[in-house]
């Protein structure tokens, strides 16, 4: 059983459509997370919640809007795709707060041609 | 700012040989660390971490040390293997940040 799920794998899209990535964990976490990994590896966080609560905004252009229907679920929704939001694009769970237990997806690969 | 770690570096080992990872933080509030690994085309896993109370932490084959004096952590690996050809990450937290603030990370290429 996979405890961090996302989907589609591999997204490759034209620059102005909108696209969303899925993300489910199975772990009984409190916490999900988006990260965005660029072309130099370098992982920075975009968005956290807390059960469903968003806390954690890095100034993220608006374009990009995270939902939590429940607490095992985070989606990104990414509107009007410019060619720099090419990356890959992780979502993560944690038990509350603290780090533990920090549990990364296989990841989301996009491309925006 | 915050930062973690180093631009990539690629780092070099004969298989059998002990592979030390290194990495630099700036954050003195940060309290705990954590060791990642990225294979290519998956998501980072975890090694081992360390709490800022301690100072060295053993699990198989892996060894984290943390100097909290001058700010580095570093990662031991025991008799490197093949498998281990990855990316490596640390990772800083605080207490209750809600996020992981990671290194830029460094490549172990393992030769045979």
């Known amino acids: 059983d996979t405890a961090v799920s996302q989907t589609p794998k591999y997204l490759v899209t034209q620059m102005g459509n909108d696209k969303s990535i899925k993300c489910e964990q199975n772990?009984?976490?409190?916490?999900m997370y988006w990260y965005k990994q660029d072309s130099k590896k370098f992982l920075k966080i975009m968005f956290s919640?807390?059960?469903?609560?968003?806390?954690i905004n890095e100034t993220v252009p608006n374009r990009f809007s995270p939902k939590s229907p429940d607490k095992a679920h985070l989606n990104l929704h990414i509107n009007s795709l410019e060619l720099g939001d090419s990356a890959v694009y992780f979502c993560?769970?944690?038990?509350?707060?603290?780090?533990?237990?920090?549990?990364f997806g296989s990841g989301t690969r996009l491309t925006v041609v | 700012g915050e930062s973690v770690g180093l631009h990539l570096p690629t780092l070099s080992v004969q298989e059998g040989d002990n592979s030390i990872i290194n990495c630099a933080y700036s954050?003195?509030?940060?309290?705990?660390f954590i060791w990642y690994k990225q294979e290519s085309g998956k998501g980072p896993q975890f090694i081992i971490d360390?709490?800022?109370?301690?100072d060295k932490r053993q699990g198989q084959r892996v060894t984290v040390l943390l100097n909290k004096t001058v700010k580095h952590l570093s990662l031991q690996i025991a008799a490197t293997q093949p498998g281990d050809s990855a990316v490596y990450f640390c990772?800083?937290?605080?207490?209750?940040?809600?996020?992981?603030?990671f290194g830029s990370g460094t490549r172990l290429l393992v030769r045979p």
């Open positions: 360390i709490r800022s109370n301690m």
């Open positions: 990772a800083e937290d605080r207490d209750s940040s809600y996020k992981l603030i």
């Open positions: 772990l009984g976490h409190d916490t």
């Open positions: 919640y807390n059960n469903k609560e968003l806390i």
């Open positions: 993560a769970s944690s038990e509350g707060g603290y780090s533990l237990g920090y549990t």
């Open positions: 954050n003195s509030a940060s309290d705990y």
